[in-house]
T-cell receptor, first 109, second 112 residues
Framework: RKEVEQDPGPFNVPEGATVAFNCTYSNSASQSFFWYRQDCRKEPKLLMSVYSSGNEDGRFTAQLNRASQYISLLIRDSKLSDSATYLC??????????FGKGTSLLVTP | NAGVTQTPKFQVLKTGQSMTLQCAQDMNHNSMYWYRQDPGMGLRLIYY???????DKGEVPNGYNVSRLNKREFSLRLESAAPSQTSVYFC???????????FGEGSWLTVV
């Protein structure tokens, strides 16, 4: 059983829309949480870390809910360039990161 | 900045052939990783190395061997390639104190 679960999507949204993804994790001892972005046929790249108090980076907001063991990513005012796969990453052990399978987002004109 | 560099980018192998994927990082990171990514399966950890001189199995190590040659280099070897090893392979590295992971551009491997 995968330790990190994501809805694979695809999420199809129009430009300017707000979209949110959730990711659940199974290990309550998890300490580090991240969102990565992966473009088609490219390597994953760090989008943002997720902090306990929640954090924002421009149009992107990440939240952590330890009680329910999930993290979320909110994208406001979606752009065509936001089209990508978003990977949830959880690190309970410090060595090997656990990646979700990713959520596919397609922003349409 | 080079970051994580892996070679080759594309390779076609025949079943039973062997090959080594090379990876090097110039960020002075202690930890290095090899992942494979398959459609519908997401990224899966093959092997990792927490520091120079140590290696550990990940989620899917069967059919692979690794060598942490020095702090910079971490190679992945397929001794006898099988069609099930057709995949995209990513090398990655991270500093011990941040857990932020940086990936190479990937190696597309096809075994026929």
């Amino acid at each position: 059983r995968k330790e990190v679960e994501q809805d694979p999507g695809p999420f199809n949204v129009p430009e300017g829309a707000t979209v949110a993804f959730n990711c659940t994790y199974s290990n309550s001892a998890s300490q580090s949480f991240f969102w990565y972005r992966q473009d088609c046929r490219k390597e994953p790249k760090l989008l943002m870390s997720v902090y306990s108090s929640g954090n924002e980076d421009g149009r992107f907001t990440a939240q952590l809910n330890r009680a329910s063991q999930y993290i979320s990513l909110l994208i406001r005012d979606s752009k065509l360039s936001d089209s990508a796969t978003y990977l949830c990453v959880v690190d309970p052990r410090g060595y090997a990161l656990n990646f979700g399978k990713g959520t596919s987002l397609l922003v349409t004109p | 900045n080079a970051g994580v560099t892996q070679t080759p980018k594309f390779q076609v192998l025949k079943t039973g052939q062997s090959m080594t994927l090379q990876c090097a990082q110039d960020m002075n990171h202690n930890s290095m990783y090899w992942y494979r990514q398959d459609p519908g399966m997401g990224l899966r950890l093959i092997y990792y190395s927490a520091s120079e001189g140590t290696t550990d199995k990940g989620e899917v190590p069967n059919g692979y061997n690794v060598s942490r040659l020095n702090k910079r280099e971490f190679s992945l070897r397929l001794e006898s390639a099988a069609p099930s090893q057709t995949s995209v392979y990513f090398c990655a590295s991270s500093a011990s104190d941040t857990n932020t992971i940086y990936f190479g551009e990937g190696s597309w491997l096809t075994v026929v």
